[in-house]
């Protein structure tokens, strides 16, 4: 059973970083694709960034994260990194990752219903 667990969330002040993981199960992350999404209250979910699994490197990402964010993965651990850096307020949201179906991330972006296997999300609050 493919399972996957979001975890790292916090509250941070602006200006603050935190590291996000996606710990994943019964998933061949060496062969499979990982997209991290935000959905903050009243909002539609959005793609943050999709992670190739070739090389662990974005594929895509959203213009609101440009420059503030680091990907990673380890395929010991079956775990995905998403590192945000300098928080803003509006980056305050419960953070999912999934997989996109049925190929490879999409560089053009990230479309919810194209992906599968969502956890239950991690909450970020940036706030002073």
């Known amino acids: 059973q493919v399972q996957f667990v979001e975890s790292g969330g916090g509250v941070v002040q602006p200006g603050g970083s935190l590291k996000l993981s996606c710990a994943t199960s019964?998933?061949?992350?060496?062969?499979?694709?990982v997209g991290w999404f935000r959905q903050a209250p009243g909002k539609e979910r959005e793609g943050v960034v999709c992670?190739?699994?070739?090389?662990?490197?974005?594929?895509y990402f959203a213009d609101s994260i440009k420059g503030r964010f680091t990907v990673s993965k380890d395929d010991s651990k079956n775990t995905v990194y998403l590192q945000i850096n300098n928080l803003k307020p509006e980056d305050t949201a419960v953070y999912y990752c999934?997989?996109?179906?049925?190929?490879?991330?999409?560089?053009?972006?990230?479309?919810?219903?194209?992906?599968?296997?969502w956890g239950q999300g991690t909450q970020v609050t940036v706030s002073s």
């Open positions: 999934a997989t996109p179906f049925p190929a490879g991330c999409d560089p053009w972006g990230m479309t919810p219903h194209q992906y599968g296997y």
């Open positions: 019964g998933f061949t992350l060496d062969l499979k694709s």
């Open positions: 992670v190739r699994y070739t090389d662990g490197r974005p594929a």
